[in-house]
């Protein structure tokens, strides 16, 4: 945290007036309109922001401390409270990490799963962010019926794992359990109904006037300096920048998939929330595309016996499968030494895990790279010289999740 | 887009530098190069402006702590990544940790003020240069770096605790 209260900020803004008098307000820890606790010291004059010093660290919570002291199986809900609008994302780029780290190549039907669970959590991430936009340009209802939506998905996620929010989802290796007839059932549900509800949503936003003249040109960017930020993510490409580490960097099989990578041209909230828009539809795409193409084979790694947890059948009557159960639970698995570096393509930008092994029964180092903590240090400059409304707008178009801005 | 290869970034590099490029390795395919530490800051900003590579984007920095290696406890480690070639390289710069200064590249990329702080903040690593070297996660009034590996959590294999004490 820094010491906000006893630097006078003033050398760090511009000196631009409107009528002389500025003043200092608090946005935050607690207001309702930053989402989550951060706390930011706006200077303004009037209306008109002049600068801002940003406060974080409010729900640190030391992952990278705790996860040295953790057998790697029991990092997974670690990862969970990163981004905990899409958690599965979290979850499976930890469980490919240590799946690189190891050298092993999980079945296709797997990685297959494992898109469509990461697709439908976008989905949930995206209408959070977008569904947020509106809430403060002030249109409530779509808001409402977005979180009924999101509230499917989370009846689905609820089929595979038995958790809604910080799911745990999957396994190193696989999932522990293959997708039900009641997840096939939920899952279809969701696709034939949600486009409808989605559409309606995008038309009381995408092309009303006042939500229109809210958002565009509300913190804009430009490309060359979210590149110089290490932007990534939808508020990456909302400034032209088409990098998508899902099209990159293939991983869990996406190079199979059909789908377009959506991009702006002003780096505003209205860009993002149009970028966030149409990589819903896309996720809905991919979603399809993955159930037409589900191969057939095995949902887990068979050749893994010392990561995947065995059948509990299997334990209670077999006696390697007891062992196996045992030492990974006591978290005695051997891991080859070495280091390795995943990314994913999460929520809010390119998710990854610098992960240093020295063979013992957890990582000797572990860091994640935490896309919110290195944009959200963008924006006292997008909001300088914008109204106190539009930074509100700016901040929630950044998607910026607490969890994952203090790990 | 042309594809880099590992070998002629790792070419390109000695050419440049000569004797600052220490030790190089391929840890799952990924270039991990070590440099001179005093060397980190023209390295990147070399590699920033060549057109060759077009290296310019920093993903990630952070720091690793070895107890054991006497005069380079503190590994500072760059991941960089060229969008246009789709490569990523990493660089790792080894400090003292009696003496844990290296220069702050700020001014090189923008975005490595908070990764930077963060780095300090847990490593008690000296950037210098850097406009506003504070604690960013944690608490203003600590003493410590926590990450470094003295201070320890507890050790989940212990068995000298009654568990019925302690709620469990």
Known sequence: ?407 | MTNLTNEFVLARLQEQFGSAIITSETPYDLLTVEVAADKAHEIIAWLKQDDATKISFLTLLGATHYPNSEGRELAISYLLHSLVNNFRLRLKAFIPIAEPTIASITDIYVGANWQERETYDFFGVQFTGHPNLTRILNEDSMDYFPLRKEYHLEDATREDKDDRYFGR
């Open chain 1, 1 to 407: 945290m820094s010491d906000t209260y006893t630097k006078k900020p003033e050398s760090l803004f511009s000196n631009e007036t409107i009528d002389g008098e500025i003043s200092t307000l608090n946005l935050g820890p607690t207001h309702p309109a930053t989402h989550g606790i951060f706390q930011n010291v706006l200077t303004v004059d009037g209306e008109k922001i002049l600068g801002s010093v940003q406060t974080i660290g409010y729900i640190h919570r030391a992952f990278e401390k705790l996860a040295e002291r953790r057998p790697y199986n029991q990092i997974t809900p670690i990862t969970d409270r990163l981004n905990y609008c899409s958690s599965p994302i979290n979850n499976m780029g930890w469980e490919m990490t240590v799946e690189k780290l190891i050298g092993v190549e999980i079945p296709k039907r797997a990685q297959y799963m494992r898109v469509i669970i990461m697709e439908l959590s976008r989905i949930a991430d995206h209408l959070v962010c977008n569904s947020v936009i509106g809430v403060d340009t002030g249109a409530l209802t779509g808001f409402t019926y977005m979180f009924q939506q999101r509230e499917a998905i989370y009846d689905i996620f609820e089929e595979v794992c038995g958790a809604r929010l910080t799911t745990n989802i999957g396994r190193i290796g696989g999932f522990e359990r293959d997708f039900s007839p009641r997840f096939h059932e939920k899952l279809e549900k969701f696709l034939k109904e949600f486009p409808k509800h989605f559409e309606e949503f995008d038309s009381l936003l995408l092309r009303n006037r006042i939500f229109m003249d809210r958002t565009i040109g509300a913190g804009p960017m430009s490309a060359e300096r979210a590149l110089d930020y290490g932007f990534t993510g939808p508020n990456l490409r909302a400034t032209g920048v088409d990098y998508d580490v899902r099209v990159m960097n293939p991983y869990s099989s996406y190079q199979d998939f059909d789908f377009i990578v959506p991009v702006g041209t002003q780096g505003d909230t209205y860009d993002r929330f149009c970028v966030r828009q149409e990589e819903v539809r896309q996720s809905l795409s991919i979603i399809r595309q993955a159930l037409d193409k589900m191969p057939e084979g095995s949902y887990f790694a068979e050749n893994l016996p010392e990561f995947y947890l065995p059948r509990k059948e299997d334990v209670y009557t077999k006696m390697e499968a007891l062992i196996y159960h045992f030492k990974i639970v006591m978290g005695e698995t051997p891991i080859p030494a070495g280091e390795v570096y995943h990314s994913v393509e999460g929520g809010n930008g390119e998710v990854g895990y610098q992960l240093i092994s020295d063979g013992g029964r957890t990582p000797y180092r572990l860091q994640f790279r935490r896309p919110s903590f290195i944009y959200y240090q963008a924006y006292p400059e997008m909001i300088t010289g914008q109204t106190i409304s539009d930074a509100v707008l700016t901040m929630s178009s950044m998607n910026v999740i607490a969890g994952e801005l203090d790990a």
